[in-house]
C-alpha cells in the first residue's frame, strides 16, 4: 500500500505577519522582554478575550503559577483540580506549596462536574481551577455560585480554549483570573508562552510584580517580594501579536474540520462517541477527540496502532492525577476520568489540515473499527506481517 504523507496531531500556520513583525525585533535590536510588541500583544490579547487586563509570560505552566501566587495560595490551602487535566494544573497548586484536590469530570463535556464540587470543599479549600478540556468550557455559573457561597476563588484553565464561548462570553472572562498557553500546538502559539487574564486591576498589578523578580515599581532594584522571572520576550510576543491577528480564520477552520469529522465518523457512533458541544457553548475544537465506546470489542490501543501503521499520529487522553507519580492514590477512584483517559483517542486537529487528510484519517478509522471488531489477534498479526 502507498501511504500519503504522515498525518500530523498538530501543526502552527505561521504564514500571516509572524515574519515581518519578528525581523522589526531582530532589526530594532528589542528582543528581550521590554518591547512594543509585549504590550501590543497583552493589549489585544484582552480586548480579545473581553477581559480589562492581560499580562504575558513564559508559558501556560507559570500563567498558572502567577494567578495562584497573586491570589495568595499557600502551604495551608487546597484547590479543586480535575482529576482529567494537563499535569501543569496540578504542579502550579503544588509549586505554591499546597495540595491540588481532585474531581471527577462531567462526561460529555469532559470538563470538572460541578455537582460534585461540595462534596471537595473542606475548611482548607481556598479556590476552583476548572479546566476548558480540548477546547470546550466547563459548566462556569454553578461553579461561580457555588465559589461564591464559600468565599473560593475560580481561575479557568484556558490554555485550550482561545475563542470559545460560554453563554456568548469569552473564555478568560468568566472567573477571577484566567490563564492561557501559547505553546506550539495551541491555537494561538508564540512558541512558548502564556498569558493571565484578570478583571481585576489590583490582581493585574501583583501579576506584573510577581513575573518581574517582585521588583518594586517605584523603586529600582528594591524587591519587596520574592518574584519569579517569568517575563514573555518580545519575540515570542511579535509572533502571538501576528497569530492573534488571525484567530477568527483558526477557529473557523477548526470547526470546519470538527465539522467534516462529525459528518464522516457519525456512521461509526456504534464504536464511537464523537465529542459533543452543550447549548449553552461554542467549542474551540483545539482537539478532536473520540471516545471508543465500551461496546465496541476491541481496545483502544489497538486502534491507534493502526493509525499509526498508516502515518497518522493520534494521542491518548491525558491519564487522570491520581495515577501519576507525584499524586499517585491507590485509594482513589474518578470513574469519568478514568474511562475517558483509557477509552479517548484525539485525532489531529491543525490549521493546515485538509480535508482529503480528513477524508483519509476517517476512512482508516472505519477500516480499523470494522476489523478489529471481535478479532484483535488475526487484525494484528495480519498488521505486523505487512
Ligand atoms: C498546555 C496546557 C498547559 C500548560 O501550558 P504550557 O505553555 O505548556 O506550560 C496547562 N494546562 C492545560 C490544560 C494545557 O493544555
Known amino acids: 500500500m502507498t501511504r500519503p504523507k504522515p498525518v500530523a496531531m498538530a501543526c502552527p500556520a505561521l504564514d500571516g505577519n509572524e515574519k515581518k513583525y519578528v525581523l522589526e525585533c531582530l532589526d530594532s535590536g528589542w528582543i528581550s522582554s521590554i518591547g512594543r510588541f509585549v504590550d501590543l500583544f497583552e493589549a489585544a490579547f484582552a480586548r480579545y478575550c473581553e477581559c480589562n487586563h492581560a499580562v504575558s509570560c513564559s508559558s501556560g505552566t507559570s500563567a498558572l503559577h502567577l494567578a495562584l501566587a497573586a491570589l495568595d495560595v499557600g502551604p495551608e490551602d487546597e484547590v479543586i483540580v480535575p482529576a482529567l487535566t494537563y499535569v501543569a494544573t496540578a504542579n502550579a497548586v503544588r509549586y505554591c ?95 512558548e508562552g502564556g498569558m493571565v487574564t484578570t478583571p481585576s486591576a489590583t490582581s493585574c498589578q501583583k501579576l506584573r510584580t510577581l513575573r518581574g523578580q517582585g521588583v518594586d515599581p517605584e523603586r529600582r532594584y528594591w524587591f519587596p517580594v520574592i518574584g519569579y522571572n517569568y517575563r514573555m520576550t518580545n519575540v515570542a510576543a511579535a509572533i502571538g501579536l501576528a497569530q492573534l491577528e488571525r484567530i477568527d480564520h483558526f477557529l473557523e477552520a477548526r ?83 478514568e474511562g475517558l483517559a483509557v477509552r479517548g483517542i484525539s485525532l489531529p486537529m491543525h490549521v493546515l489540515l485538509t480535508e482529503e487528510d480528513v477524508s483519509y484519517v476517517t476512512d482508516r478509522i472505519r477500516y480499523w473499527c470494522e476489523h478489529l471488531n471481535g478479532r484483535p489477534r488475526r487484525a494484528r498479526l495480519a498488521l505486523s506481517s505487512q
Open 97 to 191: 506549596g499546597a495540595r491540588p484536590v481532585f474531581i471527577d469530570s462531567e462526561p460529555r463535556t469532559m470538563t470538572l462536574d460541578p455537582r460534585l464540587l461540595e462534596e471537595c470543599i473542606t475548611p482548607r479549600t481556598k479556590g476552583i481551577i476548572p479546566v476548558h478540556l480540548f477546547g470546550h468550557p466547563a459548566d462556569m455559573d454553578p461553579i461561580n455560585s457555588i465559589a461564591r457561597r464559600h468565599g473560593l476563588f475560580v481561575v479557568e484553565d484556558a490554555a485550550e480554549a482561545h475563542g470559545a464561548l460560554y453563554r456568548g462570553r469569552k473564555a478568560g472572562s468568566l472567573a477571577d483570573a484566567a490563564t492561557f498557553s501559547f505553546y506550539g500546538n495551541k491555537i494561538v502559539t508564540t512558541g
Open 255 to 337: 470547526l470546519r474540520l470538527a465539522t467534516s469529522y462529525n459528518a464522516r465518523l457519525s456512521p461509526l457512533e456504534e464504536f464511537l462517541s464523537l465529542p459533543s458541544e452543550q447549548p449553552w457553548a461554542k467549542h474551540a475544537f483545539w482537539s478532536y477527540t473520540v471516545i471508543l465506546r465500551d461496546t465496541a470489542r476491541f481496545e483502544r490501543d489497538d486502534l491507534m496502532e493502526g493509525l499509526d501503521h498508516d502515518g497518522i499520529e493520534t494521542r491518548p487522553v491525558f491519564y487522570p492525577m491520581h495515577r501519576l507519580p507525584p499524586y499517585l492514590d491507590e485509594n482513589a477512584h474518578y470513574p469519568v476520568a
